[in-house]
């Protein structure tokens, strides 16, 4: 769309539908449910894939879709790394080393979509997790991206 602010037309693009739809399917392939992978091999495949569609993208006002997109391939691949772990032993360790205490710790199925949206999966694989596995964001790619239109 265009809109007219003071004789000057600004454009507000986004991805359509279909491309969205696309999107939305190759990463779901990419991150089946039911795989076992280690990170480094899912991430080969999946961050080429996140950084060309933002920067092919990343031109037009979509940073909230952006972050909400980001939230939802996060937690595909908590679910893919949970799957992996195939036990919750590995997620109260973590818990554990950041001081959370047994008892507000929850047994867990580790092949349920449901659970990879709860409060100690977040807690154990968080946002710094994701930096130190080397996870490339849709709204990073965005952020750089406006970061060199301003230079």
Request: charged share 30%.
């Amino acid at each position: 769309r265009k809109r007219k602010e003071d004789d000057i037309f600004t454009c507000y693009l986004k991805p359509s539908e279909k491309a969205l739809n696309k999107f939305k399917a190759k990463i779901r392939e990419i991150t089946r449910r039911n795989q076992t992978t280690n990170m480094p091999t899912l991430l080969k495949k999946l961050n080429p894939y996140i950084r060309g569609w933002a920067n092919y993208y990343g031109h037009g006002n979509v940073k909230t879709l952006f972050k909400t997109i980001d939230t939802w391939i996060r937690r595909r691949v908590r679910m893919v790394q949970m799957r992996s772990w195939r036990n919750p032993r590995r997620i109260w360790s973590i818990l554990m080393r950041k001081g959370w205490k047994k008892d507000k710790m929850l047994s867990l199925s580790m092949t349920r979509w449901r659970n990879s949206a709860c409060q100690m999966v977040h807690a154990a694989l968080d946002l710094k997790w994701f930096e130190k596995i080397g996870f490339v964001s849709l709204l990073g790619v965005y952020e750089n991206l406006c970061a060199k239109k301003a230079n």
